[in-house]
């Protein structure tokens, strides 16, 4: 929202990160927010596949309506038009063992190789603006269970990039647009 002025993004981008935080239902932690961006983490055993999907789910459709009580409440600024157009959700889902979750003052940094490969997985090629990217890593966890690809609102799509130092990393996603029709 660098275009937008500052007092607008200061309210809208606060609004919405309190929101996706506060529509956790399956006991994520907060790592840290940065910018317009919130890391979550969770340790000890995996939520069934179905429950990380539909918390996914809730944090988009959290998110919009909280967009768009901010675009009524901004009826007269002309720039509240715009605000829909510049924002999106985009939720990347990893899992990884190379991860050390560090004390610092009251908030827990999560360091090592995993957090790195999580943070690169948002540059990655998917051809749309929001969605629910699912590591291999995560999906691989899963894999005596029965993963549903078709949701109803969206389905699964396998997927790879390709990423200096790091190497080929396969991942899936699922569009979230759907969920606005």
Known sequence: MS?????????VIPAL???VIYANQIGLK???IEGDAVLFYKSGDLPPFKELVDQCRRFYEEFYAQLDLLHKKHKGNEERDHIPEMLGLKIVLHYGKQISAVPIGKNIKLMGEDVIVAHRLLKNSIPIDEYIL???DLLSEYKDHVIERNFGWGELHDHETE???IGEINYSYINLKPLLS
């Open 30 to 32: 907060v790592s840290e």
């Open 17 to 19: 990160l309190n929101k």
């Open 163 to 165: 990423y200096k130092h």
């Open 3 to 11: 275009s937008t002025n500052i007092e607008l993004s200061a309210e």
């Open 134 to 136: 699912l590591s291999e």
